[in-house]
C-alpha cells in the first residue's frame, strides 16, 4: 500500500493501519467473485501491512481479527473499493488474484449508521447497489460531496464549468492521521462513537441531580440574556391587534415552537409578543434532540423520559460541547449518514420495475436484441479497462412496452445529496394499463403535463425522448 491509502465509504477518512485509533478498525460488505446479489457483512479487521497491502478480515460478522480462537483459515485478504471487473484493467499490476472484495467501512460508523437507522436491519444489497454504482478514485468513493469538508473538489467550485463533473481528492496524505505528525487534524482524528464528556452531561443532568457544573457561568448569563430580551421586548410591544396569535391558546403556540428551527423560534419571539410570553418547555428543548433538529446526532437522548432530564441545562451543555472535535466528527458523519439513509430507505421502499433483460450483472437474464437507440451521461461499462473514477455505472437493464395512446406520464423522485432525481416513471396508457419502469412510488408520484396541453383528450403516441444531459 505504501503511501496509498483506502477510505472509509461512510465518514470519508482513512482505513488507519497502527495508529492505535478508532481509525484501525474496519468492516466491509462484500462477496466473492461475480456473486452481485449474495453481500454480505464481514467482521472487524485490520489492515497488517500497508506495504504489501495486506488486510486481516474476518469472514463472519461476529468474528473479530483478534479473537484467540479465531482460526487462520477465516481471515479473508479483501480487495478493496474494486471498481473495474475487466480482467486486465489498467493500473492494476499482476498479481494473485483476490476472489473477495468490497467496500469498507470503520467499526464506529457502522455503528452509528446502525443507530441511526433504528431497530430495522439494513438491507446489505441495497448498499452494495448503492455503493457498487458510484465512482472510485484514489482509494474513495465518489459519493458527489466532499464528506464534510474533509476532501478537496476538482475543479475547484471557482474553476468549475456547469455541467462539468466534480471530482474529489484527499485533501492530504495519510500520515497526517497519525500521532507524532503535529498537522493531523483534530476532528477526523476524533472518534466520532465515543464522546466521554458527552455521557458526563446525560449523568450529571437527569432531575434532582443537575449541578452547577452542568452548565459552565457563560452559558447561564447568556440564558438568562435570552430570557430578559425577550421579556422586555414583550413589555415593550404591549398588546399588538395585529398579531394573529394572540387568539391561539398557549398549548398551540407550545405545539408551534416544538416544531421551528431554535433560529426561527428566536424569530418568532422577536415578532410575537404571544410567542414571547411563552416559556420553553421540558419538551421543547428535548425536541432539539430530536430528527430534523440541531442535535439529532447526540442519539444518547432517544428513549429518554423528558420529564426525568433537565433538558434546558443538556441543550446548553450540548451546545457548549459543539466545537470539540469529537462532536465535529460525529456530526459531520450524521450527516454523511442521513443522505446514505435516505437513499437506501428509497431503494428498499420500491421495487425495480420493468421487464429484466441480459447486462453484465444479470448474465443469465433473457436478451434483448432489439436495437436501440441510447443517450447518456458519462456511462461507463462495468467490464471497461479503464478505471471506474468518474461517470456513473448501470447495474440492471429494464425495458417496457407502449402498444397503446399514453394519457397520463408520473414520475417518482428520489433525493440525494440536496438533488432531486427522477427514479421511475409510469405510462398510463388509455386500455387502462400502466407500464412503469426503474423505482416507482405511486403515493409520490408527479404527474407531468398537469394541463393536458401535450397528451390530449384521447392520448398520444410516444416515440422518443429529447434529452438534456447533464453529469451532475
Known amino acids: 500500500m505504501g503511501y496509498y491509502s483506502y477510505c472509509c465509504v461512510l465518514c470519508g477518512a482513512i482505513l488507519g493501519d497502527h495508529t492505535g485509533t478508532w481509525l484501525d478498525e474496519f468492516r466491509a460488505v462484500y462477496t466473492e467473485e461475480k456473486q452481485w446479489t449474495s453481500p454480505r457483512l464481514s467482521g472487524i479487521g485490520v489492515i497488517t501491512d500497508t506495504v504489501d497491502a495486506l488486510i486481516a478480515l474476518p469472514l463472519e460478522a461476529d468474528q473479530r481479527h483478534d479473537d484467540a480462537s479465531l482460526d487462520p483459515s477465516a481471515l479473508m485478504d479483501l480487495w478493496l473499493l474494486k471498481c473495474s471487473f475487466s480482467k486486465d484493467m489498467i493500473g492494476v499490476p499482476e498479481a494473485i488474484p483476490q476472489p473477495f472484495w468490497g467496500f469498507p467501512f470503520h467499526e464506529s460508523c457502522w455503528i452509528l449508521f446502525g443507530i441511526l437507522y433504528g431497530p430495522w436491519e439494513l438491507d446489505l444489497q441495497a448498499l452494495f447497489g448503492m455503493w457498487r454504482s458510484f465512482p472510485i478514485g484514489s482509494g474513495l468513493l465518489n459519493l458527489g460531496h466532499d464528506y464534510g469538508g474533509i476532501m478537496e473538489y476538482y475543479p475547484t467550485p471557482e474553476e468549475h464549468i456547469p455541467g462539468e463533473e466534480y471530482e474529489i481528492q484527499q485533501r492530504y496524505m495519510k500520515q497526517r492521521y497519525y500521532p507524532q505528525n503535529s498537522k493531523r487534524d483534530p476532528m477526523e482524528y476524533t472518534d466520532p462513537l465515543n464522546i466521554p464528556s458527552l455521557q458526563e452531561i446525560f449523568q450529571q443532568s437527569s432531575t434532582g441531580l443537575a449541578r452547577g457544573s452542568t452548565t459552565n457561568n457563560t452559558d447561564q448569563t447568556l440564558r438568562a440574556n435570552e430570557a430578559t430580551s425577550w421579556t422586555n421586548h414583550m413589555l415593550l410591544k404591549g398588546v399588538n391587534s395585529t398579531d394573529c396569535f394572540q387568539l391561539f391558546p398557549t398549548e398551540i403556540i407550545c405545539n408551534i415552537l416544538i416544531f421551528l428551527s431554535s433560529k426561527d423560534v428566536l424569530n418568532a419571539k422577536l415578532a410575537s409578543a ?69 437513499l437506501h430507505s428509497r431503494l428498499i421502499l420500491a421495487e425495480l420495475q420493468g421487464n429484466i433483460s441480459q447486462s453484465f450483472f444479470e448474465p443469465d437474464a433473457p436478451e434483448d436484441k432489439r436495437s436501440w437507440k441510447v443517450a447518456s451521461g458519462i456511462l461507463h461499462k462495468p467490464d471497461s479497462r479503464c478505471p471506474f473514477s468518474s461517470g456513473c455505472r448501470s447495474l440492471f437493464t429494464r425495458t417496457i412496452d407502449i402498444t397503446f395512446q399514453v394519457t397520463g406520464v408520473f414520475l417518482t423522485f428520489a433525493r440525494f445529496n440536496g438533488r432531486q432525481y427522477i427514479s421511475g416513471i409510469r405510462f398510463q396508457q388509455n386500455n387502462g394499463v400502466n407500464s412503469s419502469l426503474g423505482y416507482v412510488v405511486l403515493n409520490e408520484e408527479l404527474k407531468i403535463d398537469a394541463d393536458g396541453s401535450l397528451l390530449g383528450k384521447d392520448g398520444c403516441d410516444i416515440s422518443g425522448f429529447y434529452l438534456a444531459i447533464d453529469s451532475l
Open 274 to 342: 404571544m410567542f414571547a410570553a411563552v416559556p420553553l418547555t421540558k419538551t421543547f428543548w428535548a425536541s432539539r434532540f430530536q430528527r430534523g433538529f440541531e442535535f439529532h446526532c447526540v442519539f444518547k437522548s432517544q428513549g429518554l423520559q423528558t420529564k426525568d432530564y433537565d433538558w434546558e441545562a443538556i441543550y446548553f451543555s450540548v451546545r457548549n460541547l459543539q466545537d470539540s472535535p469529537g462532536f465535529k466528527n460525529r456530526r459531520r458523519i450524521w450527516r454523511l449518514l442521513l443522505l446514505i439513509e435516505e
